[in-house]
């Protein structure tokens, strides 16, 4: 069981901004910090921006920051909004679907997952930002 | 979020065994009833013999059928094993992963999905063991 990449991703670019809270920062150095493609970043920062997660500024001078306060970046809210369908298994093609209990055990066994998820924030994951920042610091962006 | 193939597989296996519990079963059979690669089946079938879910009866007149009682698969179990881990996201290759608190939550979120699963069993499941037979009767399965 996995989440997706793009689920992944955002966490990193909001735990990276988290991070480094007084300043704007770049798709490219986000990129650099965890050594993943900029191109793949570029679909999630766009998403993020979109929705409110993060704001970006263009033209000289621009960048991208957090659009919200950590503390009000809930992750069971961002999972549920990164993930989009939350397909465990694929019942649409199984010719039991219709007599099969399966879909429903399922969907309870979610609920309680992101009922987790519902009660951590980005705040909570980024809990000591000066080490961040120094992990950050230290692969070498500016 | 997805649940592997390899589950998905193993359930559907094991729904399929559940609902014709008085006859041997081949590979084929299964493979035909879900419109799904035999070859496919024959890993998950392997596997889920080996673990004594399923019994295998080779030669003339052989198949395969449940190995316990559907009440005596546990779903959470079941789901441990053919998950092998569940690494949620791919903290391994990520820099901030000593500083980052997001796979203790993840761990958590994942232990409440996996107790919801652990109070169900294949029995629950095939709760209506005359309506998947005749869905299964109804693809043309002998």
New interface residues.
């Given amino acids: 069981?996995?989440?997706?990449l793009f689920?992944?991703y955002s966490?990193?670019v909001l735990?990276y901004l988290a991070?480094r809270p007084d300043r704007l920062s770049s798709i490219a150095e986000v990129a650099q910090?965890?050594?993943i493609s900029q191109n793949h970043l570029m679909k999630v920062v766009n998403d993020l921006a979109r929705s409110g997660y993060i704001e970006s500024l263009r033209g000289r001078g621009g960048g991208i920051r957090l659009g919200r306060k950590p503390a009000d970046i809930n992750?069971g809210e961002l999972v549920r909004h990164t993930?989009g369908g939350?397909?465990?298994?694929?019942c649409g093609?199984?010719?039991?679907a219709?007599?099969?209990?399966?879909t429903g055990?399922?969907q309870?066994?979610?609920c309680?997952?992101?009922?987790?998820?519902d009660r951590?924030s980005l705040a909570?994951?980024?809990?000591?930002p000066g080490?961040?920042e120094r992990?950050?610091g230290a692969?070498g962006t500016r």
């Fill in positions: 069981m996995k989440l997706t689920t992944d966490m990193r735990l991070a910090a965890y050594g992750l993930e939350f397909d465990l298994v694929d093609s199984c010719v039991v219709p007599a099969c209990r399966l055990v399922l309870e066994a979610l309680a997952f992101l009922s987790v998820l951590y909570d994951l980024a809990a000591e080490q961040l992990i950050f692969v």
